[in-house]
């Protein structure tokens, strides 16, 4: 099954989507990856979810990847007496350590290390922005605050701290019990949710050992500030437009999002971008206009996946939800603009072969008699690279690592299959005409650009491009230029 599209999907697991009937469903209708949110559901779920990917992959001979995303510390105030009270700007209250229960005059914030990071005059958000309070005197104890907008607070509404570091791991206690039991059924990447410094990335690498890809969920300022250095440890990130929405100004999203996108582009990382893409579908069988529009401008921008959240997760309409996001991002690669859009940018040259020879096969590609590109890759860094370039062609991915397989599935543009070693250079042209013509991605007597790096099956940088034509008749043998 190849795709008619470049942009891939990425869709959530829930009640309303892990049977396993639906799970195929759902991957023929468009979905490259399926995410398990950790903040949802128990281990026997994730684990039955998995089950059923891997049999949709079985079944449509194509790989499919699985996305574990870890909930990340979720810091809340306690609870009230009266499990509400209302407020109204110009009320004043206290948080405390204290854990009686709460009133209108204060309420426990059971995190000692928030109140070491409040300065006198920080803003707080509470309830995903519902409440907005400034903070007066403070201790490393308590905090006095003043309501600047909201009508009314609950129990356990999260806290959000826009102008802190707070000094917490970015992995709970809980989240470490989840990401043993990922690795251990086998997913294929990682998402650490509230990343603030490269430090949280780092810490998730050393824990993951190479056993799955990572990804920094983007969605704190602070992120955004060290956005390069987080990058340095992550092997792809998302754009996590709910939780940086809540501490962002609504204006400073977009901007953000196009910040984000361009960093992974140049560095030839995939990026996600998630939250609220169709989120009217949930209940409703078509999205709204502004959504249509909102994937569309994702897909413009470049990004390598567009994520569905309960749409897929919870939603009424997972498949319905899943064809129109796929149906617009063919739309929008058919428009005469974006390739020009796609062209425009391109990634700063590392001074090595690899990249030299990657430039100029997405150069030569241009030619219209290619029909394809074929990268023979180990671990997928060739494939990535190639990426990178946004070249129009259809590029075929040939790995005999399953694991290689499934985490690029994530990545723009590739059409990643299982395929053996080649063992010689003629073999590496037989294998991939052959290919390239069994998964019809060209036609006999059309030209193929050959990637491909030596020794082969061994991982590396690319090293070896070559012009093939796939063969008239049935012979087996190319011709070689």
Not at 83 to 104: C, N, Q, W, Y
Not at 152 to 166: H, N, T
Not at 224 to 240: Q, T
Request: hydrophobic content about 45%; glycine content about 8%; aromatic content about 4%.
């Amino acid at each position: 099954m190849n795709r008619a599209r470049r942009g891939r999907i990425v869709a959530t697991l829930g009640p309303a989507s892990r049977a396993p009937g639906m799970v195929k469903q759902l991957a023929q209708a468009g979905v490259d990856v399926f995410r398990l949110n950790f903040s949802h559901g128990s281990h026997d779920d994730h684990a039955a979810a998995l089950k059923a990917v891997r049999g949709a992959e079985l079944a449509l001979q194509r790989p499919l990847g699985v996305l574990a995303d870890l909930q990340g510390p979720k810091l809340r105030l306690g609870r009230f007496a009266d499990v509400e009270i209302s407020i109204k700007p110009g009320h004043t209250m206290r948080f405390d350590l204290d854990p009686t229960p709460g009133d209108a005059t204060r309420v426990q914030m059971p995190h000692p290390e928030i109140f070491k990071a409040l300065r006198k005059g920080m803003l707080l958000l509470l309830d995903d922005g519902r409440v907005r309070l400034r903070v007066g005197e403070r201790t490393d104890e308590w905090a006095d605050v003043t309501v600047e907008s909201g009508s009314k607070l609950s129990d356990r509404k999260g806290v959000a701290v826009p102008e802190a570091v707070i000094p917490v791991s970015a992995l709970t206690p809980k989240d470490r019990e989840d990401l043993a039991f990922a690795l251990r059924i086998g997913v294929d990447w990682v998402a650490l949710s509230f990343v603030q410094k490269a430090e949280d990335m780092a810490e998730l690498k050393r824990l993951v050992n190479g056993q799955a890809a990572c990804l920094a969920k983007i969605e704190k300022p602070q992120a955004l500030a060290d956005l390069g250095a987080i990058m340095d440890y992550s092997d792809g990130v998302m754009v996590a437009r709910g939780d940086l929405g809540v501490e962002l100004d609504p204006e400073e999203v977009p901007v953000a999002q196009k910040m984000i996108i361009r960093a992974a582009r140049q560095r030839g990382i995939p990026v996600i971008v998630a939250t609220q893409m169709l989120e009217s579908m949930t209940s409703s069988p078509a999205p709204t206009r502004a959504e249509a529009s909102d994937v569309a401008n994702a897909v413009y921008e470049g990004a390598d996946a567009l994520m569905l959240s309960a749409e897929t997760a919870s939603g009424d309409y997972p498949l319905e939800s899943v064809g129109i996001m796929s149906r617009i991002i063919e739309r929008v690669e058919k428009d005469p603009l974006w390739p020009s859009l796609m062209d425009a940018e391109h990634a700063g040259m590392d001074d090595i072969d690899a990249d030299a020879l990657v430039a100029a096969a997405r150069k030569a590609a241009e030619a219209q008699s290619t029909a394809c590109i074929v990268v023979f890759t180990s671990l997928g860094g060739t494939a990535r690279r190639m990426s990178r370039e946004r070249p129009l062609q259809p590029v075929l991915a040939l790995t005999p690592n399953p694991n290689t397989a499934r985490r690029l599935a994530l990545v723009w543009g590739l059409e990643t299959r299982l395929g053996k070693d080649p063992a010689s250079l003629e073999d590496v042209t037989d294998l991939a005409v052959e290919s390239a013509v069994k998964f019809e991605l060209a036609q006999p007597g059309q030209r193929i650009l050959v990637l491909a790096g030596t020794p082969f099956g061994a991982p590396g940088a690319a090293n070896l491009l070559r012009l093939a034509h796939a063969p008239a008749k049935a012979a087996k043998r190319s011709r070689k230029t």
